[in-house]
């Protein structure tokens, strides 16, 4: 084996080193102020921060955000995720219309509304995701995407922000079954999987979607198993990327996926059915939504 291949199976299975197509090149924190100070003036969280997504600095570029609602601390501890946990601050009533005005200095045109997990709250936070989607839709000529958490299942939340009827309802299931234990310990996959089905059932016209992050131990077989599982809920629109640890605290990689296998994966989702499908190892939910929304037509 030479030097080479020796460095590549280390960075595939998950020593810790970052193989070349998991790199970007950081664009300039000039052509990200914009972004940066509108957020700060109208004290707005969002989950391209919070998160520390990769894909940041080429968003705040292109002059788009994914809005997080209900503060920036969760209530939930999932082994993925690098959002603040603990005990959160009480709602802020004035949110919906900050996150709107945000929405029209912006000038955007597709926005993506998410949120930290509030087991804390009656109702989940369903009602602030109700009047975000409502302040949004004064703006007018907006395509209002919103990425919710599960809120425990419970029936009534779930309608709330689907009557609301936001152009796409996003759940994402994050992981196959068998790794839900590991990384998703205050979660339920079939609870995850009935949130999406619930939203198809009762608002047929919204489009629902979900996503996946690969590379946490699952097999082909359990992602293919996974993805059929969301055509079933009646899931539309698909998202797969790759898990990149936020730090030595969280779940390890076992994996890096190759770029080919993403190919295969977004293939074998519209073969499923998945009206659209965006797969690859810098992929999220809201990463470049509104071009998947077009992909899966209206």
């Known amino acids: 084996m030479s030097d080479s291949d020796s460095d590549r199976t280390d960075r595939l299975n998950g020593n810790g080193r970052f193989p070349p ?29 919070s ?7 080429e968003c705040f570029c292109r002059g788009t955000a994914t809005f997080m609602i209900l503060g920036d601390v969760c209530t939930r501890s999932c082994r993925f995720c690098a959002v603040k946990k603990g005990a959160p601050a009480a709602l802020q009533e004035d949110e919906p219309f900050r996150v709107a005005e945000a929405v029209r200095r912006m000038g955007l045109k597709h926005v993506v509304v998410t949120s930290v997990t509030r ?7 369903a009602g602030q995701f109700r009047r975000t989607i409502e302040a949004l839709r004064k703006v007018g000529g907006v395509i209002v ?3 919710t958490p599960d809120f425990g299942g419970n029936r009534a939340n779930i309608l709330t922000v689907a009557l609301a009827k936001p152009d796409v309802f996003n ?22 999987l009935g949130v999406i089905a619930l939203v198809k059932r009762e608002v047929p016209d919204v489009k629902t979607k979900s996503g996946l992050m690969l590379g946490l131990g699952e097999t082909r077989e359990e ?15 698909v998202t797969l990327g790759q898990y990149l640890r936020p730090s030595a605290a969280h779940a390890p990689i076992a994996r890096f996926l190759l770029p080919e296998e993403f190919d295969e994966l977004g293939a074998e989702a519209r073969r499923l059915g998945f009206s659209a499908a965006a797969s690859g190892p810098f992929v999220r939910s809201s990463y470049h939504a509104e071009h998947v929304f077009q992909e899966a037509g209206s």
């Open 21 to 49: 197509w998991i790199r970007k090149r950081l664009p300039s924190a000039e052509l990200m102020e914009p972004v940066r100070l509108t957020l700060k003036e109208l004290k707005l969280a969002t989950v391209c921060q």
């Open 51 to 57: 998160a520390q997504c990769p894909n940041i600095g």
């Open 119 to 125: 087991d804390d709250l009656p109702d989940g936070g």
């Open 145 to 147: 995407e919103v990425l």
């Open 171 to 192: 759940h994402n299931i994050e992981t196959v079954r068998r790794l839900y234990g590991q990384v998703r310990p205050e979660a339920d996959y079939e609870r995850s």
């Open 223 to 237: 992602t293919i198993s996974a993805l059929e599982d969301l055509r079933r809920a009646g899931c539309d629109i």
